[in-house]
């Protein structure tokens, strides 16, 4: 059977979808992603603290690309549809806000280079659905348990395992790029400067992009992750356990620490202060 199959039939038993409604969901879903990543380009996008300013145009337009146009389109794409999150946009939490930019980035970059049809990228989707509910399983999509590596990292493996099979890759390949992706984003802490899922958060989704499709060409080339994917989800899952709180969602360690980051966040609760006064004073 394909490699979603067994994600339709679970859909099935645990919630009583058919195969029709699943599809017309993910076709949703897609439409969404695709207008987050426009939405990032082309609209306005500065967040009320004022720590996400159109950075995605201005890595789009940019003249010099480090590696290929559809290497700086990736990034600018996974930075654009984070963006539309953080400036209180719509986006498809795949599989969570703060990851919100990576499997629009690397699958609307998928799709032009390769001009595959919706249908290859609504299957892709659900093999990925099928990688999170895995995790979600044995780890943790939520970085207050796990850190970053249970958002990013989590959106990371899905997007690698649905470049993978989209491409036609093998099933030992799919999770080959799964369990590569997961070594490469272990033990990524959640840091949020001032609380608010913008600085690292946009531009660990533009990273997490790139590692995604590394990971996926690295798997097609028939390399092997050596550590079984189950293992290395069994690690993420121990790392998660094992991280201080202050590392998990808090804003009390890593960069949210540093002493710009509570300087931000002073200014952010001041700012959100003077909003209320002038509520109230209406």
């Given amino acids: 059977m394909p490699l979603y199959q067994p994600v339709l039939d679970y859909e099935w038993e645990q919630k009583g979808h058919d195969a029709s409604m699943v599809w017309e969901g993910l076709q949703k879903a897609w439409d969404v992603m695709k207008d987050a990543v426009r939405t990032g380009l082309e609209e306005e996008m500065t967040s009320r603290s004022g720590m996400i300013n159109n950075g995605a145009k201005r890595v789009y337009q940019h003249p010099v690309s480090v590696l290929s146009p559809d290497f700086q389109k990736l990034i600018s794409r996974a930075l654009a549809a984070k963006e539309v999150n953080s400036c209180m946009g719509r986006v498809v939490a795949a599989p969570t806000a703060g990851a919100s930019g990576i499997l629009p980035g690397t699958l609307v970059t998928l799709q032009e280079i390769h001009q595959m049809p919706d249908r290859s990228i609504l299957e892709a ?74 600085v690292p958060c946009v531009v660990r989704n533009a990273s997490a992009a790139a590692i995604a499709n590394s990971s996926a060409q690295i798997a097609l080339a028939d390399v092997d992750a050596v550590i079984p994917v189950d293992e290395c989800v069994d690690a993420m ?32 609760l001041l700012h959100a202060i003077e909003l209320l006064d002038s509520e109230e004073d209406k």
């Fill in 125 to 198: 989707m659900l093999v990925g659905a099928g990688i999170a509910l895995i995790i979600e399983q044995k780890a943790s999509l939520a970085g207050a348990v796990g850190g970053c590596q249970a958002e990013t990292g989590s959106a990371a493996a899905m997007a690698s395992g649905a470049i993978v099979y989209a491409l036609g890759g093998s099933v030992q390949q799919v999770f080959n790029a799964v369990a590569i992706t997961i070594q490469c984003m272990l033990g990524l802490v959640c840091d949020p400067v001032a609380g608010l899922v913008e």
């Fill in 237 to 268: 899952g121990e790392i998660g356990q094992s991280m201080e709180d202050r590392y998990k969602e808090t804003a009390m360690g890593g960069l949210a620490a540093t002493l710009t980051g509570k300087q931000i966040a002073k200014r952010v």
